[in-house]
């Protein structure tokens, strides 16, 4: 069974600044998709950023770019110039290619500090 | 156009109740989803439907049923509600044939049972 992981509860940031979250994930599929999702207290769910397997390039939006290493199974989000609307729970998602049945880490709750 | 809308926000419910939790997904939207968020945890999947049919179920007991109606909205049902049932439940759609953009989330329904 696929599983995805997430380590850090609780992350904090200055704001225009750096930070990293971590997602590590476990699966024999070859062909799968992999996501961040941003819930803020409004507790609507927000595609951050997605990452297909297949691709080598790591995606960027804007601001986020996430680091997708294959082989060790990890997908970290970076986002950079953090801003005060950047904190929320951000959750990392897996899904295989095939089925609509999406996978969830436990969430890290990001703090920006002004 | 409108979001993903679910009804109610927020319900109270006594032990052994019956619940329906309500979804409308955005227009042309043809999938609909269910998860259940418990407190502290990533968002668990339920169902999914598409063209009224379940396509579908996470590890959920009987006592959770769903379906999805011509227009595409969709109803969750809980019987005999347990106090772990507690949780939030979101609804999500996307259309069935697409490149992956991943889901459209609702701001979902809270559900204490008490």
């Known amino acids: 069974a696929q599983t995805v992981t997430q380590s850090q509860p609780e992350m904090s940031v200055q704001e225009a600044e750096t930070v990293t979250l971590s997602c590590t994930y476990d699966?024999?599929?070859?062909?799968?998709?992999l996501f961040w999702y941003k819930q803020p207290p409004s507790r609507q769910m927000i595609l951050v950023i997605r990452?297909?397997?297949?691709?080598?390039q790591n995606a960027t939006e804007n601001r986020f770019s996430v680091n997708f290493q294959k082989a060790a199974k990890s997908f970290s989000l970076k986002i950079s110039d953090s801003q005060l609307g950047d904190a929320a729970m951000y959750f990392c998602?897996?899904?295989?290619?095939?089925?609509?049945?999406?996978?969830f880490g436990t969430g890290t709750r990001l703090k920006v500090l002004a | 156009d409108a979001g993903v809308t679910q009804s109610p926000t927020h319900l109270i419910k006594t032990r052994g109740q019956h619940v329906t939790l309500r979804c409308s997904p955005i227009?042309?939207?043809?999938?609909v989803s269910w998860y259940q968020q418990v407190l502290g945890q990533g968002p668990q999947f339920i169902f999914q439907?598409?063209?009224?049919?379940?396509?579908g179920r996470g590890n959920f007991p009987d006592r959770f049923s769903a379906r999805q109606f011509p227009n595409y909205s969709s109803e969750l049902n809980v019987n005999a509600l347990l106090l772990g049932d507690s949780a939030l439940y979101l609804c999500?759609?996307?259309?069935?044939?697409?490149?992956?953009?991943?889901?459209?989330f609702g701001s979902g329904t809270r559900l204490t049972v008490v």
């Open positions: 439907y598409y063209e009224k049919e379940e396509r």
């Open positions: 998602a897996y899904r295989t290619s095939g089925t609509y049945k999406y996978i």
């Open positions: 999500a759609s996307r259309p069935y044939f697409s490149v992956d953009g991943g889901y459209t």
């Open positions: 990452q297909e397997a297949y691709k080598q």
């Open positions: 227009s042309g939207h043809k999938s």
């Open positions: 699966t024999s599929e070859s062909d799968y998709y």
